[in-house]
């Protein structure tokens, strides 16, 4: 059984048609690298999934569970501790890190476990300290975001999306707001989950990383999935012309 699985989803704002008629499904443990030109449609995509917007069609199963149908009204109209709870499946790390200024960094991670009671406190707390190992980042246990590179707030970021034990972990261009030299080590933790059983969905323009790390890879362009396959049919063996022309432009990066 797949762990996830998307069927048929479209999403359109106004007049415009952002997402058309998009399906595919992920295996427990895989990697799935979403890439395209902006304005595909991948962040729309990802969005969707965590429930950050909904889908006018199209269905959403995790785990064999049905989350959304967009032809069933009761799903775009869920309260708000129903969405929270079905959120829980996805954890997301965002382009910004989105971290609480307020405060450090074992407390942004032990929040929301606390929050929503996952745990009692000592266990959240000792879990949260494993994350911050895993992610490198044991020194700055004690230290605030502020004091942070933009790398290390990344680092948190993807500690703190762990730290509820998703199903399936999101990442909306984790190093699109990293200078160059700090790309490469949080690259280096999203590679290293890999090696567990973190499945996952990477929306990147690192077309090295998804050839190295992905094992299923789409390319969107204007809203459907041009292509979907391996990272080497994909990237040695292109047949659309979008597909050859997006390379074209990307590759220096691979």
Same mark, same amino acid.
Do not use: W
């Given at each position: 059984?797949?762990?996830?699985?998307?069927?048929?989803?479209?999403?359109?704002?106004?007049?415009?048609?952002?997402?058309?008629?998009?399906?595919?499904?992920?295996?427990?443990?895989?990697?799935l690298s979403i890439i395209g030109s902006s304005g595909s449609g991948k962040t729309t995509l990802l969005r969707c999934l965590n429930f950050l917007e909904y889908a006018d069609e199209g269905t959403i199963t995790v785990n064999g569970k049905l989350l959304y149908d967009g032809k069933d009204g009761k799903s775009k109209r869920m309260?708000?501790?129903?969405?929270?709870?079905?959120?829980?499946?996805?954890?997301?790390?965002?382009?910004?890190?989105?971290?609480?200024?307020?405060?450090?960094?074992?407390?942004?991670?032990?929040?929301?476990?606390?929050?929503?009671?996952?745990?009692?406190?000592?266990?959240?707390?000792?879990?949260?300290?494993? +994350?911050?190992?895993?992610?490198?980042?044991?020194?700055?246990?004690?230290?605030?975001?502020?004091? +942070?590179?933009?790398?290390?707030?990344?680092?948190?970021?993807?500690?703190?999306?762990?730290?509820?034990?998703?199903?399936? +972990?999101?990442?909306?261009?984790?190093?699109?707001?990293?200078?160059?030299?700090?790309?490469?080590?949080?690259?280096?933790?999203?590679?290293?989950?890999?090696?567990?059983?973190?499945?996952?969905?990477?929306?990147?323009?690192?077309?090295?990383?998804?050839?190295?790390?992905?094992?299923?890879?789409?390319?969107?362009?204007?809203?459907?999935?041009?292509?979907?396959?391996?990272?080497?049919?994909?990237?040695?063996?292109?047949?659309?012309?979008?597909?050859?022309?997006?390379?074209?432009?990307? +590759?220096?990066?691979?």
């Open positions: 059984m797949s762990v996830l699985e998307v069927r048929n989803i479209k999403k359109s704002f106004g007049r415009t048609e952002v997402l058309k008629d998009i399906s595919f499904s992920l295996e427990k443990g895989e990697v309260k708000e501790a129903e969405i929270r709870t079905k959120r829980l499946h996805f954890g997301l790390v965002f382009q910004n890190f989105n971290l609480f200024p307020q405060y450090n960094v074992l407390k942004n991670i032990m929040l929301a476990p606390t929050l929503l009671n996952h745990g009692d406190e000592k266990a959240i707390e000792e879990n949260a300290k494993k +994350l911050i190992e895993r992610v490198g980042l044991s020194d700055k246990i004690n230290n605030y975001p502020c004091e +942070l590179s933009g790398g290390q707030q990344q680092r948190v970021a993807i500690a703190r999306a762990l730290a509820l034990n998703p199903d399936i +972990l999101c990442f909306d261009e984790p190093t699109s707001a990293l200078d160059p030299e700090l790309t490469g080590e949080v690259l280096k933790v999203i590679k290293s989950l890999k090696t567990g059983d973190s499945t996952m969905i990477v929306v990147t323009h690192e077309m090295g990383f998804a050839r190295e790390v992905s094992d299923k890879i789409i390319f969107m362009a204007d809203g459907i999935i041009e292509e979907y396959g391996t990272p080497d049919e994909i990237f040695g063996n292109p047949k659309s012309e979008k597909m050859k022309a997006f390379l074209s432009r990307s +590759l220096e990066n691979i």
